[in-house]
Structure formats: C-alpha cells, structure tokens
C-alpha cells in the first residue's frame, strides 16, 4: 500500500531565504506526482506535475525533482516571499486512478 | 468552461442532520472524484465516477455516505445522520479521462462541512 509522508510537518524561514521541501513514497511504481498549494479556508492549487518519465519542472521560482528510484520528490522554493506562506502537499498516483496524498509542509515565511 | 464549482462553500450541520454537497466538474470532463480532508491531514479518496458510473466508492467511510453523477456531469454527495467525526472539508475533482494514467485531476474550492 502506497504511503506519502512529507518532512518537515511545518517550517518558518525569513523571508529571501531558499527552502527545500521533502516528499517520500514507499512503491515506485507511480505515472505522476504532484505539488499542490492549499492556503487557509481556501481550495488546493496545482503548483507542478511531475510524470514519471520526468526528472524535474519548473516554474517561477519554483523548482520539483522526482526520483522515483528512491521514492523521493522535493520541491525547492527560491528567494521566498510572504506570499509563499501556506501548506504545501504532495501526492503521488499510482496503477489506479487515486492521488494518494501526504499530510503536508506547513510553511511560514517571516517578513 | 470555468474550473470546478462546489456549493456550498461552508456547512454547518447539527448531528443527525442529513447533508448535501454539490460538484460541477470542468465541461466535458468525463472523470470525477470526491476526497475528505480532516483537519491537518492529506485528503483521502472517497469515491470515483467515470461519466454516472460509480466505478469505485471503496472510500466511502460508512453507508452514510452516498454520492451519484446520475447525468455524467453535476455530482452529489450525500451524508446522512451526520457525526461529528464526519466534520472536514470535501474536494471534488475532475479530469478528462481519470483513467488514463497522465491526466491531470483538477480541484474545486472544496466545502467546508462542521457538525456540531
């Protein structure tokens, strides 16, 4: 059974800082893997989609590796702004159709 | 047309009360899931539609809940008796084709629901 941890549960950088977010899954065996931004009383945002065939994407300065060798992702956010506050997730979609998930990274970036 | 639309955004519901929530996928997308997210968690799979088949509702966490996509576009979902432990919020999402592998699932604002 697939299982997606995300570390660390939460984490306060000040502001400018560069940041790694981490993602784990424990079967290899996944067509994608997503990074989602969820912020407070509000609705998921689809920030990358990485397919299995892939190493990495981009964004902005937003940056998401995958090795699916080692059951890895992370997410690495450049130059961070208060705005970038918010709970980041990740999940991962295997032989069938569902998106399993992690329980998220808890951003806070100080001014 | 637009993204996926969920009504109501918020609910609140006394225990005991039967509850509805609504989905309006993307147009033309043939796939449609529900998940529940509890307080500081990941969402979990609910249920999954492909057009106003119910091809799996291995999710669904008690008979209580039931959902239907009876024309293959507008979903429901359904509580009934609500407990306290059904509080959290519900995301629905759609994608072309849930399932071809590469699809991208995309998520409505979610709702909301508190039972007190």
């Known amino acids: 059974k697939q299982e997606v941890t995300q570390i660390p549960a939460a984490l306060s950088v000040p502001e400018g800082e560069n940041l790694v977010l981490n993602c784990s899954f424990t079967?290899?065996?996944?067509?994608?893997l997503q990074w989602f931004r969820q912020d407070p009383g509000k609705g998921l945002t689809s920030l990358l989609l990485?397919?299995?065939s892939q190493r990495e994407q981009t964004s902005g300065r937003l940056n998401a590796s995958l090795d699916k060798s080692s059951g890895r992702s992370t997410l690495y956010i450049a130059a961070s702004q208060p705005g970038d506050s918010a709970t980041y997730l990740c999940?991962?979609?295997?032989?069938?159709?569902?998106?399993?998930w992690g329980a998220g990274t808890k951003l806070i970036i100080k001014p | 047309g637009a993204g996926v639309s969920q009504s109501p955004r918020y609910k609140v519901a006394k225990r005991g009360q039967d509850v509805a929530l609504r989905c309006d996928p993307i147009?033309?997308?043939?796939?449609l899931f529900w998940y529940q997210q509890a307080l500081g968690q990941g969402p979990e799979f609910l249920t999954y539609?492909?057009?106003?088949?119910?091809?799996?509702k291995s999710g669904l966490p008690s008979d209580r809940f039931f959902a239907e996509r009876p024309e293959g576009s507008v979903s429901t979902l359904k509580i009934q008796r609500t407990q306290q432990e059904d509080s959290a919020v519900y995301l629905c999402?759609?994608?072309?084709?849930?399932?071809?592998?590469?699809?991208?699932?995309?998520f409505g604002p979610g709702t909301r629901l508190t039972v007190l």
């Open positions: 990485i397919q299995s």
């Open positions: 539609f492909q057009n106003e088949a119910q091809l799996d």
């Open positions: 999402a759609s994608s072309l084709d849930g399932a071809a592998p590469y699809n991208e699932q995309f």
């Open positions: 079967d290899s065996a996944i067509y994608n």
């Open positions: 999940a991962v979609r295997g032989s069938n159709y569902q998106l399993i």
């Open positions: 147009s033309g997308h043939v796939s």
